[in-house]
């Protein structure tokens, strides 16, 4: 079975400087790899993917992931934050598992808070 | 293209009464999911649905919980009798075809307050 890691909680960063939000997964097959952003009061909703291909994923609002195979990754980013940044944010596993199913995973979530 | 639809958005209600969530997925996706979100566990996959057919509800805590699909634009979540423990924020999801490729649609949500 597969597991995801956000490794922080919470994070706290100034207004325009850069933040990375990191996630690692563990599978011992092929994977898909989702970021999802969740604001207060909504549901989650897609921020970009990584399905194959370049390792360099962009996605909406100017966040950027990397998938790193070896370091089983895929780490979140963005060069300059805004305070509408301020959100909770999931990393999720996309993974066939035994029973022949594709099975999603989702991180525990971090709680990305901009500081003005 | 509306985007999951999920009511009521508030749903506030006395242990021991029967609670029904409802939720209408976007049209063509095949898929849909419950999860249940709180500060304590996070988000927790409930049940899903392929083609209105049950396939995974090893999520659901017990049996007071149960959900239908009856047809491809409608889900219910019944919790029957409620408990202050059900207390929480229920998504309702769905997804095109893809074999695990495509990413999830999530509704805003039903806030469950079980006093």
């Known amino acids: 079975a597969q597991s995801v890691t956000q490794l922080d909680s919470q994070v706290p960063v100034f207004e325009e400087a850069p933040v990375e939000l990191r996630c690692n997964y563990s599978?011992?097959?092929?994977?898909?790899l989702f970021w999802y952003v969740q604001y207060p009061n909504q549901g989650l909703q897609l921020l970009l993917k990584?399905?194959?291909?370049?390792?360099l994923v962009k996605g909406i609002n100017g966040f950027e992931a990397e998938f790193n195979k070896s370091q089983t990754s895929f780490h979140l980013r963005k060069p300059s934050v805004h305070i509408s940044d301020t959100a909770e944010y999931f990393c999720?596993?996309?993974?066939?598992?035994?029973?022949?199913?594709?099975?999603?995973?989702f991180g525990k979530g971090t709680k990305l808070s901009v500081i003005p | 293209d509306a985007g999951v639809i999920q009511s009521p958005r508030h749903e506030v209600t006395e242990m021991g009464q029967e609670v029904t969530l409802r939720c209408k997925p976007i049209?063509?996706?095949?898929?849909l999911f419950w999860y249940r979100q709180t500060m304590m566990r996070g988000l927790e996959l409930l049940i899903y649905?392929?083609?209105?057919?049950?396939?995974?509800d090893s999520g659901m805590p017990e049996d007071r919980f149960s959900a239908k699909m009856p047809n491809a634009s409608f889900s219910t979540l019944k919790i029957q009798p409620s408990e202050p423990r059900d207390s929480a924020v229920y998504f309702c999801?769905?997804?095109?075809?893809?074999?695990?490729?495509?990413?999830?649609?999530f509704g805003n949500g039903t806030r469950l307050t079980v006093t």
């Open positions: 649905f392929n083609n209105n057919v049950p396939i995974d």
């Open positions: 999801a769905s997804s095109r075809p893809g074999t695990g490729r495509s990413p999830l649609h």
């Open positions: 999720a596993v996309s993974a066939i598992s035994g029973a022949g199913s594709y099975q999603l995973t």
């Open positions: 990584y399905l194959s291909g370049s390792t």
């Open positions: 049209s063509g996706h095949n898929s």
């Open positions: 599978s011992s097959v092929s994977v898909y």
